[in-house]
């Protein structure tokens, strides 16, 4: 996927395991995660991270910049994917943006 012209592999979560272990216990991971789910959590997370909540028509809807571990992001209204960038690599993407 190409974001801010800067090329970066997504990796989409299947299954519960994936999705349960998602970055957990990874350094300097040189991809990005899409997951289903409308919330997260960074426990067990060696790295800050951006996250970018967006709907089913992949609308931004909030964007975290360099999340640290240990935070939570409860469960937000009409979120449906949730993608875990490494920290930094998110600059100019805002609000209301469309990830395609």
């Known amino acids: 996927m190409l ?5 970066i592999e997504i990796k989409e979560c299947h299954g519960f395991f ?3 272990k998602g970055l957990m216990f990874q350094r300097n991971f040189p991809y990005a ?9 960074t426990f067990f997370m060696y790295e ?9 028509d992949y609308k931004i809807l909030k964007i975290y910049h360099a999340l640290a571990p240990n935070r939570i992001i ?8 949730t993608y ?3 920290a930094g690599f998110i600059k100019n993407l805002k609000p ?3 990830l395609c």
């Open 84 to 86: 875990e960038f490494p």
């Open 48 to 56: 800050n991270i951006d996250v970018v909540l967006t709907n089913r």
């Open 18 to 20: 994936s999705h349960l």
């Open 3 to 7: 974001i801010e012209n800067q090329n």
């Open 74 to 81: 409860w469960p937000k209204k009409n979120v449906y994917y």
């Open 96 to 98: 209301g943006d469309t």
């Open 33 to 41: 995660l899409k997951l289903r789910c409308n919330g997260i959590h």
